[in-house]
């Protein structure tokens, strides 16, 4: 079989990723919250969409991934994670949980004032009378926010490979960044984002040529 091929990953700038999320923040924009989440966690889409309350625990920092959003020919369903890899625990920074609380209180509010026309799904991103909120919708909502920011060709992808980008810079192991994206093999994260680990050649030299002197 021909052998498969990817393209180098580029991600977002931090910059570019701040001005976006500051801009949702400033709107009270209904996607702030999870494009927070996304981009803190490195988690995908369909996660991020598929996370219910019983899978987080704020009091801890931690929540739990064991299902996502997905479209079949019925329409919007629930699934689970396609590997044993993909069902894992992520720790949250104190930020997150911050942005999590509110964005639970609001939608609590939302939820009493709605009565009973609102589906209640468990769901922590729901659409807005509770049911499964449309994926593309998410996309679209993202792509909006960072042309208004002057960002062309924005993918919400590109929010997975931001986090995981950050994490490689700042000296965290690709053991590590493989369990955060929930991989099922630390090669996988080393393929995509292994050519963005700075100096990693240069310490593997410098390393060797060091070994053979003290030899």
């Known amino acids: 079989p021909p052998q498969i091929t ?39 889409r369909g996660e991020a969409l598929g996370l219910r309350h019983q899978d987080l625990n704020l009091e801890a920092g931690t929540m739990s991934v064991v299902q996502s959003l997905g479209r079949s020919l019925k329409g919007l369903m ?19 949980v911050a942005v999590l609380r509110a964005h639970l209180g609001h939608k609590l ?23 499964f909120f449309n994926p593309m919708k998410l996309t679209r909502g993202f792509q909006s926010l960072a042309k208004k920011q002057g960002v062309k060709g924005a993918k919400l992808h590109d929010l997975r490979h931001f986090h995981a980008t950050v994490l490689l810079q700042n000296g965290e192991s690709l053991l590590l960044v493989a369990k955060r994206l929930g991989h099922a093999s630390i090669s996988t994260t080393g393929d995509v984002y ?21 030899g």
């Open 109 to 131: 509010l939302q939820r009493t004032e709605l009565g009973n026309t609102y589906q209640d799904n468990g769901l922590v991103f729901p659409g807005p009378l509770g049911e």
């Open 78 to 96: 629930m699934e689970p994670t396609k590997t044993r890899a993909g069902r894992r625990s992520i720790d949250i920074d104190n930020d997150t």
């Open 6 to 44: 990817r393209d180098e990953v580029e991600p977002p700038e931090i910059d570019r990723v701040r001005a976006i999320l500051r801009l949702a923040e400033e709107q009270e924009h209904p996607l702030f919250a999870c494009l927070h989440l996304m981009a803190y966690t490195g988690i995908r």
């Open 194 to 214: 292994g050519h963005l680990l700075p100096g990693w050649q240069r310490e593997a030299a410098d390393g060797f040529a060091r070994v053979m002197r003290e």
